[in-house]
């Protein structure tokens, strides 16, 4: 089937009380696998790419990738630009035909995160393209303070301001989370997640994933989480899977060349 829009996903994960995987991609495989599980579990899924690999796959690949793999099963499935850092960086995905798109200004003040937010939802929506938004910031696991130091995270007064200052289809929040590989477990601020949820209509975005426990995880979406991003944990499978399929083959060839 076709691309579906995010927006429609998220809101029948919404009201059926589930959440969607967006899976962070930077390959045909990772991309095709994706969707080969969606497909399999009969359940919604986001591809989704960061710009920063963009050097190793185009945008406009991963598009096309998508749309045409996407084409060929049942289940619906968004397609998203993930953490665009400056407005033509969030244009850029738009020309290469990504209809949803993420503008990240959390590490600008309020304001200006605001301003930046509305510029970009002007013209994206104008486009037909949904937009997500970030409020608070979502730091890096390696580093603890991110994710234990509740100056980092979302306030839930500004969400209703923000939200309609903007426009902005989507809001990625911060209550503990923290991208990449953690090093320590985390855990997610729920009674912010609750205020937040009952300050805002929008769907709300849990970034960093990956290595959350399954408790958390399963209570965050029952709390208003409809999006969860998942990278780390995906492509430390992935590379798992691929030495361990190197090594099994370097073993018969190593066993092939010694019975000849």
């Known amino acids: 089937m076709p691309l579906e829009r995010i927006s429609v996903i998220l809101k029948e994960a919404d009201l059926k009380g589930y959440g969607v995987a967006a899976f962070n991609v930077f390959n045909y495989e990772t991309i095709a696998w994706a969707l080969e599980v969606a497909e399999e579990e009969k359940i919604p899924v986001i591809i989704q790419f960061y710009p920063g690999f963009n050097d190793f796959i ?116 911060s209550i503990g989370n923290a991208h990449g590989q953690y090093i320590a477990t985390p855990k997610l601020d729920f009674a912010r997640l609750e205020k937040i949820n009952q300050r805002v209509t929008i769907p709300l975005v849990l970034h960093g994933g990956s290595d959350i426990p399954d408790e958390q995880i399963r209570k965050a979406i029952e709390l208003g989480i409809n999006k969860v991003n998942i990278a780390t944990e995906y492509d430390r499978t992935f590379y798992q899977t691929v030495k361990n399929l190197m090594k099994q083959a370097a073993m018969r060839s190593k066993f092939f060349n010694n019975t000849i």
């Open 58 to 173: 185009s945008m406009g690949t991963v598009v096309a990738i998508t749309r045409e793999i996407a084409s060929k099963i049942s289940v619906p499935i968004g397609l998203h630009l993930d953490h665009s850092k400056s407005f033509e960086q969030a244009m850029a995905g738009i020309r290469y035909g990504f209809p949803s798109i993420m503008i990240d200004g959390s590490t600008l003040d309020f304001n200006e995160n605001i301003r930046l937010t509305r510029e970009v939802v002007k013209v994206a929506h104008l486009l037909g393209v949904e937009v997500e938004a970030e409020l608070g910031y979502v730091g890096r696991g390696i580093e603890i303070d991110y994710f234990t130091n509740p100056e980092y995270y979302t306030d839930p007064d500004l969400c209703e301001d923000f939200v309609n200052e903007t426009g902005v289809d989507a809001l990625a929040i």
